[in-house]
């Protein structure tokens, strides 16, 4: 049996690239981010959580093999690529709404909001396992990662360390963004934090639905 770990050497730059893009403003953080400083920190781990369930898809997706699966039916990854992009678009609309709406209102709306955690968890889910894109930065991450004759344990290691990795960065920006200096600014620039927002999420989902797969 291959000793796993003589593959380390191979995981390490693949493992900092994926840190990087992890750890980069995109639409999973962002959502991660506003769902922490508007609703609290329980609602934002949970979508946290969502997420980081999207991204272990996507890691399973590529080490089984999957992605060259998707990319022989190119329609499938199209369509996740339209309801990825509709779905950004669809978030951008209602920070846009919430921007519009004046201080007093959103109090009282806020107040008689409650999701649930099945919601949450879905809405991170469908943010992160619509984004095709996903699925060949774990598959590049691995080719990067590993050589073509690696065995399948040093394929589960890369993807324990990355996916436990995303795990404590997506549910860390829940707990940072969270806390009461971050609900005090939120409140004092809700307005600009949604509108901001709703254009992030616009540039997201149409440059979704505009690219190439």
């Not at 690239?17 to 981010?33: E, K, Q, T, W």
């Not at 095709?132 to 598959?139: D, E, N, V």
Request: with cysteine; hydrophobic share 50%.
């Amino acid at each position: 049996m291959p000793d796993v770990f003589a593959y380390l050497p191979y995981i390490w730059p693949a493992y900092l690239a994926y840190l990087i893009a992890v750890l980069s403003p995109g639409p999973a953080n962002f959502a991660i981010i506003g769902m922490a400083i508007s609703h609290g920190r329980r609602n934002g781990v949970i979508l946290a959580l969502g997420v980081f369930c999207g991204s272990l898809t996507w890691a399973c997706a590529a080490a089984l093999g999957l992605a060259a699966v998707l990319r022989t039916y190119a329609i499938a990854l199209e369509i996740m690529k339209v309801l990825g992009g509709l779905y950004l678009i669809y978030l951008a609309w209602k920070a846009y709404r919430s921007a519009r709406t004046p201080d007093i209102e959103t109090a009282s709306s806020e107040s008689r909001t409650s999701y649930t955690a099945r919601q949450l968890w879905l809405r991170g889910y469908a943010i992160h396992v619509t984004n095709p894109k996903a699925i060949f930065g774990w598959l590049a991450i691995i080719s990067l990662g590993l050589p073509a004759d690696a065995p399948p344990s040093a394929i589960l290691l890369i993807v324990g360390i990355c996916s436990s990795s995303s795990l404590v960065i997506f549910t860390g920006y829940a707990v940072l963004f969270s806390t009461r200096h971050a609900l005090r600014g939120y409140k004092a620039a809700r307005r600009w934090i949604e509108g901001t927002m709703a254009v992030f999420y616009s540039i997201a989902g149409v440059k979704l639905l505009t690219s190439r797969i």
